[in-house]
């Protein structure tokens, strides 16, 4: 069984920082591709940045491009969410996600086999 765990979320003012972890524990996790997603009250559920199990390809969406950075420490099993810049917009829980093939996972959540719980990003004006 794989368990997805995030880590690092709260309460920041719009312009600050702040970074995002998630481990992945379980049976070859350091070759699973891994995703950011978020989802705002009363909102879909929505993609953020997608990173292969190589950490050789990376995708973000339009809307944090430029602030947002993911890595990956496959010693650790350890995938990172860097945002900078942050807004009021960017409020939502933080969810990753794991899927459990090597390819890049890209944009669509039915392609993650597992989640984390969410961790909670609120960004004040």
């Known amino acids: 069984q794989v368990q997805v765990v995030e880590s690092g979320g709260g309460l920041v003012r719009a312009g600050g920082s702040l970074r995002l972890s998630c481990a992945a524990s379980?049976?070859?996790?350091?070759?699973?591709?891994m995703g950011w997603f978020r989802q705002a009250p009363g909102k879909e559920r929505e993609f953020v940045a997608a990173?292969?199990?190589?950490?050789?390809?990376?995708g973000y969406a339009d809307s944090v491009k430029g602030r947002f950075t993911i890595s990956r420490e496959n010693g650790k099993n350890t995938v990172y969410l860097q945002m900078n810049s942050l807004k009021p917009e960017d409020t939502a829980v933080y969810y990753c996600?794991?899927?459990?093939?090597?390819?890049?996972?890209?944009?669509?959540?039915?392609?993650?086999?597992?989640w984390g719980q969410g961790t909670q990003v609120t960004v004040s004006s």
């Open positions: 996600a794991a899927r459990t093939r090597t390819a890049y996972g890209g944009s669509d959540p039915s392609t993650y086999d597992y």
């Open positions: 990173i292969s199990w190589s950490g050789g390809t990376t």
């Open positions: 379980g049976r070859a996790t350091s070759t699973y591709a």
